[in-house]
Each structure stands twice: as structure tokens, then as C-alpha cells.
């Protein structure tokens, strides 16, 4: 017997089926017959993709600069797993990891490379705040909850130090198995094409269509030939859009260059949720629908890519036996101004519009779902 089985799921491709979840992981798909405890009715109305996955969140509610809570930028808007991006190091991840346990939403982290993680805007001026040791430490308590690593690599942070705690990360990086390593970018120096020439295959450079001069593209609008080097050597790029990280300029250029992210992430905390200009995961993906890129490729960057670049092997794919993590979503034409972090505005005519979410194989209607009374029986 079946826990759940949604009838007439629209995938992306349009092509519609049936998919069973029982003890929390996919059971079947296709044209399903069986039993089961409960069931959805859906309709071309609505799609359905695996589990929505924000790489890039910050959600430790006692940060006292970028908090939040999980559930509120997880499952209440249709993601069904946040990876926190290096709000924690290895002095507070022991509690973030306890906070994280009564979340509806599936919650990782990527471990600050500064022990003291996001107390202060400049964790990386201090080396004394890179133990390697403390590090390793952390990673052996939390294998299965730390599934990276995070440096942020802007002025305001390194101070005097420069290029130094990114040697010190991949040196981290190194004597952890490899973990995934995300490098944020901002103001210099560090210089990017610096950072760029230290990244090897896997890495993430995140913000990555910033509008700061300290961007991936050239003066004359070109890609950085570091970013080209980096890129052929397997590196990835991903959104990060944040509160100052995200420019509509850049990103257009970029991508009408054949430059697309490879994974879409929010960078979202309270302040930029409740006030803008992120708002959600879905306002960004829908902001990279007015940017051109088709919506199969918008949610392989937060299904397949997302879970890929971070190792998370039972997410990301509708595959019988992965975790039971869907969003169920409507696309709708709505004429809408979106803002990006420069105060630019762009235009667009659809929207992504999270409406419900499996998580482990259990429904939970989004915020939007409920002010819709979507889904009511």
C-alpha cells in the first residue's frame, strides 16, 4: 500500500503520469494502480518537478546578522531543501545542526571556513579564526548535515588578507574529502580573476552575476578570461542573488553569451524575504524566466544541478527509490515588475507560483497554497 499518490502529475516536458511515495522515498511512477492511504487529483494546471533545492540560504535563526528559519524560506514556499550557506562555523554548528532537527524542511550546511561563522561581516580579517583543525572536527560530528564548505572572498570580509583564506579553505577543502568548496564574490580584493586561478572542478562561485566592478565580465562586456578557464576546468556558477549580488544587467549579458548558471539560489534571509528583493526562490526563478532561459532549464538549476553540485545523491531527480520531495507549481501570466539588488527593474509576463510540497512523502500546502485554498477537497 501507497502513503500518497498524485494523479495526472505535468512534468516540465509536459508529459503527465502518476507518482506513489511510501516511507517517505518514490515508489512508483508512471501509470500506477495499487492502493494507497491518501491520493491528490491534479490537472494541467499545475506542474510537478522534484523537490525545489536553495543552495544558498541563510537560516540560523541566532545569526545575528543573516538569520532566519528554515521552514519559513523552506517548505512554506514549496523548497523543500535549503543548503545554509556558512552562517555557522565550526564553534555554533553543533547547535544549528539541534535547530535544524524540527524542521519540516530537509536543512544542510556548508561549513564557514572562520570558526565563529557569520557573527561579523569580517569573520575572514582574523586567520586566527581558520582552524583546520576545528574544521575537521566538524565534519567528522556531522558527515551527513555538512556538505561543503564556504569562504566569502570580498574586501569587507578577508580585510588585509587578501587571497590567503581561500588557500587556506582549499587546503581545508582538501583534507576533508574534497567537499564541495563555495566561494562568495564582492568588492576587491581580492581580485576575481585571483580567486578564479585558485578554483578547481566542482567549486562554486557564487553571486556570480553581480554588479560590483569586481564582476565577471570585462569593461567591454566580455567574460573574464579567468571565468572562461574556470569554467572549462569544471567550475560552477551559481546565482546567489541576495540583497546586493544579483544585476540584472550582468545577468542579461551573460547569458545572451551562452553563460547560464548552473544552479539558482536565493541568498535569502528575513530581511531580503520580507522586504525584497528576493522574496522566494520561486520570485527568482521566475525573474530568470524574464531573463530568457526556458523553464525546464530554470528547474533543473534548482532540481538536478542543485543537487549534483552538493552531493546530495537520494534529491533532485523523479527516480523510484530517491527521496519523496516534489513542488507543485503553477506557471502563470501575470505582468510583473521585478527589481533585482541595484534597484533595476525588469519586466516579465510569468510567474513561477509554488502552490504545495511533498517533503519525505508528506503534503504541505505553501503559504500561497493556503491564501489560494488550492488543493481544498
Same mark, same amino acid.
Given at each position: 500500500?501507497?502513503?500518497?499518490?498524485?494523479?495526472?502529475?505535468?512534468?516540465?516536458?509536459?508529459?503527465?503520469?502518476?507518482?506513489? #511515495?511510501?516511507?517517505?522515498?518514490?515508489?512508483?511512477?508512471?501509470?500506477?494502480?495499487?492502493?494507497?492511504?491518501?491520493?491528490?487529483?491534479?490537472?494541467? &494546471?499545475?506542474?510537478?518537478?522534484?523537490?525545489?533545492?536553495?543552495?544558498?540560504?541563510?537560516?540560523?535563526?541566532?545569526?545575528?546578522?543573516?538569520?532566519?528559519?528554515?521552514?519559513?524560506?523552506?517548505?512554506?514556499?514549496?523548497?523543500?531543501?535549503?543548503?545554509?550557506?556558512?552562517?555557522?562555523?565550526?564553534?555554533?554548528?553543533?547547535? $544549528?545542526?539541534?535547530?535544524?532537527?524540527?524542521?519540516?524542511?530537509?536543512?544542510?550546511? +556548508?561549513?564557514?571556513?572562520?570558526?565563529?561563522?557569520?557573527?561579523?561581516?569580517? &569573520?575572514?580579517?582574523?586567520?586566527?579564526?581558520?582552524?583546520?583543525?576545528?574544521?575537521?572536527?566538524?565534519?567528522?560530528?556531522?558527515?551527513?548535515?555538512? %556538505?561543503?564548505?564556504?569562504?566569502?572572498?570580498?574586501?569587507? %570580509?578577508?580585510? *588585509?588578507?587578501?587571497?590567503?583564506?581561500?588557500?587556506? *579553505?582549499?587546503?581545508?577543502?582538501?583534507?576533508?574529502?574534497?567537499?564541495?568548496?563555495?566561494?562568495?564574490? !564582492?568588492?576587491?580584493?581580492?581580485?576575481?580573476? &585571483?580567486?578564479?586561478?585558485?578554483?578547481?572542478?566542482?567549486?562554486?562561485?557564487?553571486?556570480?552575476?553581480? !554588479?560590483?566592478?569586481?564582476?565577471?565580465?570585462?569593461?567591454? !562586456?566580455?567574460?573574464? *578570461?579567468?571565468?572562461?578557464?574556470?569554467?572549462?576546468?569544471?567550475?560552477?556558477?551559481?546565482?546567489?542573488?541576495?540583497?546586493?549580488?544579483?544585476?540584472?544587467?550582468?545577468?542579461?549579458?551573460?547569458?545572451?553569451?551562452?553563460? +547560464?548558471?548552473?544552479?539558482?539560489?536565493?541568498?535569502?534571509?528575513?530581511?531580503?524575504?520580507?522586504?525584497?528583493?528576493?522574496?522566494?526562490?520561486?520570485?527568482?526563478?521566475?525573474?530568470?524566466?524574464?531573463?530568457?532561459?526556458?523553464?525546464?532549464?530554470?528547474?533543473?538549476?534548482?532540481?538536478?544541478?542543485?543537487?549534483?553540485?552538493?552531493?546530495?545523491?537520494?534529491?533532485?531527480?523523479?527516480?523510484?527509490?530517491?527521496?519523496?520531495?516534489?513542488?507543485? $507549481?503553477?506557471?502563470?501570466?501575470? #505582468?510583473?515588475? $521585478?527589481?533585482?539588488?541595484?534597484?533595476?527593474?525588469?519586466?516579465?509576463?510569468?510567474?513561477?507560483?509554488?502552490?504545495?510540497?511533498?517533503?519525505?512523502?508528506?503534503? $504541505?500546502?505553501?503559504?500561497?497554497?493556503?491564501?489560494?485554498?488550492?488543493?481544498?477537497?
Amino acid at each position: 500500500m501507497y502513503d500518497l499518490i498524485l494523479r495526472n502529475a505535468r512534468l516540465v516536458d509536459d508529459t503527465v503520469i502518476d507518482i506513489a #511515495l511510501k516511507d517517505g522515498k518514490i515508489a512508483a511512477l508512471g501509470e500506477v494502480t495499487g492502493e494507497t492511504r491518501a491520493q491528490r487529483q491534479l490537472n494541467g &494546471e499545475y506542474y510537478v518537478s522534484a523537490g525545489w533545492i536553495d543552495s544558498h540560504v541563510h537560516c540560523y535563526p541566532k545569526s545575528p546578522i543573516y538569520h532566519d528559519e528554515p521552514d519559513s524560506i523552506g517548505i512554506h514556499t514549496g523548497v523543500t531543501t535549503v543548503v545554509d550557506a556558512g552562517s555557522t562555523g565550526a564553534d555554533d554548528i553543533d547547535e $544549528f545542526y539541534a535547530l535544524t532537527r524540527s524542521a519540516q524542511t530537509d536543512v544542510y550546511a +556548508l561549513l564557514n571556513i572562520s570558526r565563529v561563522g557569520l557573527i561579523t561581516q569580517n &569573520e575572514l580579517s582574523d586567520m586566527a579564526n581558520i582552524d583546520k583543525v576545528a574544521a575537521r572536527d566538524a565534519v567528522k560530528r556531522y558527515p551527513d548535515f555538512i %556538505v561543503g564548505i564556504k569562504a566569502r572572498m570580498s574586501s569587507s %570580509v578577508v580585510g *588585509a588578507n587578501g587571497i590567503k583564506p581561500l588557500a587556506y *579553505a582549499k587546503a581545508i577543502q582538501r583534507e576533508n574529502g574534497d567537499l564541495p568548496l563555495m566561494v562568495h564574490i !564582492g568588492n576587491n580584493p581580492p581580485d576575481l580573476d &585571483e580567486i578564479a586561478d585558485l578554483l578547481s572542478s566542482g567549486d562554486i562561485i557564487t553571486h556570480c552575476y553581480n !554588479g560590483k566592478p569586481n564582476r565577471i565580465l570585462t569593461p567591454a !562586456g566580455e567574460l573574464r *578570461a579567468s571565468i572562461v578557464s574556470a569554467i572549462q576546468r569544471g567550475v560552477r556558477l551559481d546565482v546567489g542573488h541576495g540583497t546586493a549580488s544579483f544585476s540584472f544587467e550582468v545577468a542579461k549579458i551573460a547569458i545572451g553569451k551562452g553563460i +547560464l548558471p548552473h544552479t539558482i539560489s536565493s541568498d535569502i534571509y528575513c530581511r531580503n524575504r520580507i522586504n525584497g528583493p528576493v522574496h522566494s526562490l520561486g520570485v527568482v526563478m521566475s525573474k530568470f524566466l524574464s531573463l530568457g532561459m526556458s523553464l525546464p532549464q530554470v528547474i533543473d538549476c534548482v532540481t538536478i544541478h542543485a543537487a549534483d553540485g552538493l552531493r546530495l545523491a537520494n534529491k533532485g531527480r523523479l527516480s523510484v527509490g530517491l527521496d519523496g520531495d516534489l513542488t507543485i $507549481f503553477a506557471k502563470r501570466r501575470r #505582468l510583473t515588475v $521585478f527589481t533585482d539588488s541595484e534597484n533595476q527593474t525588469l519586466q516579465g509576463e510569468q510567474q513561477l507560483v509554488a502552490l504545495a510540497a511533498v517533503r519525505a512523502g508528506k503534503w $504541505f500546502l505553501t503559504e500561497k497554497g493556503k491564501e489560494e485554498h488550492a488543493f481544498d477537497l
